[in-house]
């Protein structure tokens, strides 16, 4: 049978099945965060209307005015709905090291040198975008 | 050539909601704050959940059309939005790379189980690709909007007329593959169902694909836009890979190059829930009823709706960028 050959390898199956259940989390927490957001059932660091009012302004700007913590700073005040919500779409964000990740490790046991550094490699500049070396701060 | 009720809605209804509703409601907006206090309400004096509320179903259009015309949800989400909504540049690009983001997340998976979708070609452009949209993201934020709003709309009138130019090759020939795709051990097999057969395929030109892919990356980056739009010729018509594939692909390397760009925009506080999740939601949802309207409406007449759109969002970005 022809579909027979046409089958992902293991490292591209184990990608696609980590993607799978980390995308469908991640799309059930953005809109639970959101929730919670909106319907304000956790106090907010900063009131929606006081956003929306200056929402105008450039990143910077309204981070300055409302004195927003950049990088990872908003881990401090995870008990605030505006800040979960922001965490829940962090995470989304970081689904794909997670994929990297899994699939790394499979290409390290079928010893598949060239494919384990460069998702090795991957995975390093996805973190270092992800560590705030770079990008956070005014 | 007649059309149905069903493609006279779509070609009607959706570019009429793409562009003009925000236009009544922001003209009604205008209205209503000249009678109210300006405190009172939010920056453009609607209550900020209409805006939510409107942005939400803006995307849902998007979403669909942009399905139908098969490309990606940022590239309209930006220009358009930016546009036509109240928000900064910065807020609707950060928001127009979790949308893309979002949505080849969530299309990803059945692209890799399916076979169609190769990990090893996206791997290989990805590593390069991400890099680059980092410095796209940090050279983006830290211009002058006027600037950006300027170069953006040079480029999606570029992209227009990329999208009215580029052909397509559903199997391109390969002679032979190169040597660099030959150590990536890059090539593969799918199941193409319309032949009821496996395709075999293989790539050419790989170290031009990569070149390529440092730019896609960096423009990417630079305004937010994801880039189905460019990814999909460089695969198909300079690498060589088949069409189907190179549209699968496209969309796992964007979930890669558009994840380092937007940690870029998430450190800068430049994504926002309250734009940036209605949009995906909408898209999503509007992505899902597009792809069940794909088979009932003439695709060909959509592509000219989204290439007069991208137009249009285009030369109002220059204007804008030129103060005008």
Sequence with gaps: MNEKHSKPDNAQRVYGQVL???????????????????????????????????????????NRQFHLPTGWAWVNDMLHGDVLSFASIVYLSGATIICLAAVAVVFFREKNVIYTTIAFLQILVLVFAASGIIGSGH | MSLKFCDWLFLLVVPAVLFFLPEIVFAADVVASEGIAAESLPSEGFAWWVWVLLLFVFSFFLGIIAVVAGVGGGVLYVPIVSSLFPFHLDFVRGAGLMVALAGALSAGAPLLNKGLANLRLALSMALIGSISSIFGALVGLALPSHIIQLSLGFTIVFIAIIMLMAKKSEFPEISAPDKLSQILHIHGIYYEASLKKDIDWQIHRTPVGLVLFVVIGFMAGMFGLGAGWANVPVFNLVLGAPLKVSVATSVFVLSINDTAAAWIYLHKGAVLPLIAVPSIAGMMLGTKIGAKLLTRVKTKSVRVIVITLLLLAGFRAILKGFGI
Excluded: Q, R
Excluded at chain 1, 33 to 41: D, K, N, P
Excluded at chain 1, 45 to 60: F, Q, R, T, Y
């Design chain 1, 20 to 62: 799978h259940w980390v995308s469908t989390l991640g799309i059930v927490f953005v809109i639970l965060g959101f929730a919670i957001y909106i319907f304000e059932l956790f106090p907010l660091k900063v009131p929606i209307s006081d956003i929306a009012k200056n929402w105008h302004l450039g990143a910077e700007e309204l």
